[in-house]
């Protein structure tokens, strides 16, 4: 996976290395570990995804971090069958949403998550194949 540093990112990992709370190195090791970890949940990532044929299983590949990244590696690969990028929203994003507290982590109309109705393409509307639901409900 290839990673190009954002400045948030960089900024986080600095703050702990001139840091004088440290007292070994292998404290500060652990720490900037956490860290990165951290903010990388914070990205949204992309997997690949393979299958043989129809109705055969699928395989997925990953994380990426871009969709130009996941059709390089499947043209690398050279599989025929069906390929697909999905992307893999952050984990971090949704943790924030959890720890608001939210009445209740699941849509009042179709019951499905709150994140099923935050796909863009979707315009709020319910991503879960074939469910009307037009719109999240809060409860």
Known sequence: MKLTPRADEVKAVVA??????????TALAKDIIRTVGEQLSEREMYAWVWR????SYQLAWGPFSSEFEVRSM????GLGGDHMTLKLYSVGAMTER????????MCATC??????????????KCSIKKCTCKRDTKV
């Open 16 to 25: 702990l290395l001139e840091s004088d709370g440290y007292d070994s190195a």
């Open 111 to 124: 019951g499905h998550p709150h994140g099923a109705h935050e796909h863009p393409k979707q315009g709020g």
């Open 98 to 105: 959890l720890d608001a507290k939210a009445p209740s982590p």
């Open 74 to 77: 499947a043209k690398k690969a």
């Open 52 to 55: 043989a044929q129809e109705g």
